[in-house]
């Protein structure tokens, strides 16, 4: 006779009868579970525990997280307008500004002669009026309003996660901590990563291929897949997967908060970066709304979708004991939004406007579709498969001579 055993981890085990008051490893959590004797009468607990709250699939919160594609609409209005030309712009500036060009001139020819490096970026645009290159620019070049701008998005973004599913799902300052960590040890390790070589390599592999061809389309999109996507992806998601090598489980409502705050730390930071090195004093006042809105609420789409993934495979990654098979099942759980990722960076490179727009739906469709889908194997479980009848003797049913 076959025992049915559960853990307290959740999981079902099966054990032979005669394995009666002996004890079998749980093959989830690793745990030494009793078998027990199913004839004898369960004793009568001490203490009565109150039952475990149970999410109301019912509430209105559950489905606040669709408010995230709102996000898009800052994206959207930035792709549908003209190309904004940095390079006629700035030429432009020039001759707006002889004085200027005079200098940057001279400049250049003395350290030419003298051997020095280069003019650089921020000397360049501190040179005009205003530290700003010209009329569009938003931002002077040395400001530090983009941290402003960080700290909105991140409280905005942060205390509309608060309101996702069921109160109490996730500790509000539990989120606040991951978001911290990936937006800067997230950062600092992405850098670290880069720093090696290769990703960069890659990066500027799929920069390279500019032929209107399928084969240097697809060389692109490899490049920003495997040196953005997969490192950046692999960086944000690792906040969930230390956890998860700690209990041992996790939920997909703990895993989808998780995975938007180290999604929006690691949006912001980024966001940061960008305007400190490109925006400030170049660009308009709608590029820093598409980095801290629609890059932010991006990234966060795609770290939680990778999220949910790490729920369904994290038996198998408990049942593993090396790190380097741990970390190839977390392949698997990074397959999708390192690919949607490096997807939506190819084509905006290639000025692929209207794809680009549309992987940024499909991304929160996606995280819709595995989460409705796991909501709907909470609410109907799976039942466990009748057992297998006995093979029928023929030779018996055969009339007796």
């Not at 084969?215 to 996507?229: N, Q």
């Amino acid at each position: 006779m076959v025992i049915e055993v559960k853990c307290p981890c959740g999981k079902k085990l099966r054990a032979n009868e005669s394995l009666i008051g002996q004890t079998i490893q749980c093959n989830l959590c690793r745990r030494e579970v009793l078998v027990p004797d199913p004839q004898a009468a369960p004793p009568e607990p001490l203490v009565k525990e109150p039952p475990a709250p149970v999410a109301d699939n019912k509430s209105p919160w559950e489905y606040v997280y669709w408010l995230l594609a709102l996000a898009f609409f800052p994206l959207a209005i930035t792709l549908a307008q003209p190309d904004d030309n940095i390079q006629r712009r700035y030429e432009k500036a020039l001759a707006d500004n002889p004085d200027v060009k005079k200098r940057l001139e001279d400049e250049k020819s003395r350290r030419e002669e003298a051997w020095e490096p280069p003019l650089t970026l921020d000397e360049v645009i501190n040179a005009f009026p205003g530290k700003k290159m010209d009329k569009l620019a938003f931002l002077p070049r040395d400001t530090s309003m983009h941290y402003l701008y960080a700290a909105l998005s991140s409280g905005v973004f942060l205390g509309l996660f608060f309101c996702f599913f069921t109160p109490g799902t996730a500790k509000p300052w539990h989120l606040v901590l991951v978001g911290l960590f990936t937006g800067t040890f997230g950062i600092a390790g992405m850098l670290i990563i880069h720093g090696v070589g290769i990703p960069t390599l890659l990066i500027h592999v799929g920069l390279m291929a500019k032929e209107e061809t399928m084969s240097d389309f697809l060389a692109c999109w490899a490049g920003f897949t495997f040196g953005v996507g997969l490192i950046e992806e692999a960086c944000k998601i690792f906040p969930l997967f230390f956890l998860l090598l700690c209990k041992k489980s996790l939920t997909w409502r703990t895993a989808v908060l998780w995975g938007l705050a180290s999604g929006v730390g690691f949006g912001v930071n980024e966001g940061i970066l960008y305007s400190e090195t490109f925006y400030n004093g170049i660009t308009s006042s709608m590029q820093y709304v598409v980095r801290f809105v629609s890059c932010v609420a991006l990234h966060a789409i795609w770290s939680a979708s990778a999220g949910v993934s790490l729920y369904h495979t994290q038996s198998l990654i408990n049942q593993f004991t090396e790190w380097y098979e741990k970390l190839v099942v977390m392949l698997r759980v990074l397959i999708v939004v390192m690919f949607l990722h490096g997807l939506f960076d190819a084509l905006l490179t290639r000025e692929m406007k209207a794809p680009a727009l549309l992987v940024a739906a499909a991304s929160i469709i996606w995280l819709g579709w595995q989460i409705e889908s796991t909501r709907k194997q909470e609410i109907n479980p799976v039942q466990p498969a009748a057992p297998a009848l006995p093979p029928l003797d023929l030779a018996s049913l055969a009339p007796q001579r």
